[in-house]
């Protein structure tokens, strides 16, 4: 089944089962592996993107799902919340293996377009749901804090 759909910004039709998940079409089909496999059932993040503006996991979201949609992947991140989370998250150093990495700051960025001025209880919610095999939270919701703070006054 032909199945069509913007990724990155370009729009993309692909002969694709409509029940494949959009993880596979996006790695194996597409070739961007920057979307990483973790668990396979929604439960570790690492899988993120951004469907019509919200963060969700592509290892759940069949593939037909997601027809004249836009999908963001950690390659096409863009905009002031991603430059915000990016900075902070290396000024605050926050990945170590970074496998979680790209899953954290899909949901982050989408958070942060969502809740421009967040309380740590916010940012607390909101990243829970992501898992880091190195337990980097303090520093992740940190570099939160600080994409937040850096956004703060922007028009």
């Known amino acids: 089944m032909s199945i069509g759909f913007t990724v990155n910004g370009v729009y993309r039709e692909l002969e694709v089962d409509p029940d494949k998940p959009l993880l596979w079409v996006i790695r194996e089909d597409l070739q961007l592996t920057g979307t990483k496999y973790g668990c396979g059932v929604a439960q570790c993040g690492a899988c993120t993107v951004i469907i019509d503006g919200i963060a969700q996991r592509s290892c759940v979201t069949p593939a037909g799902r997601v027809e ?86 922007r028009p």
């Open 68 to 153: 004249s949609m836009e999908v963001t992947t950690i390659e096409g991140i863009e905009g002031p919340e991603a430059e915000a989370v990016m900075a902070a998250w290396t000024e605050v150093e926050v990945a170590q293996c970074g496998y979680c990495q790209s899953g954290q700051v899909m949901t982050a960025v989408s958070f942060l377009r969502e809740t421009p001025n967040p309380t740590d209880d916010d940012i607390v919610a909101a990243m829970n749901g992501n898992l880091c095999r190195c337990a980097t939270y303090t520093r992740i919701r940190a570099a939160v804090r600080q994409a937040a703070n850096s956004l703060e006054g």
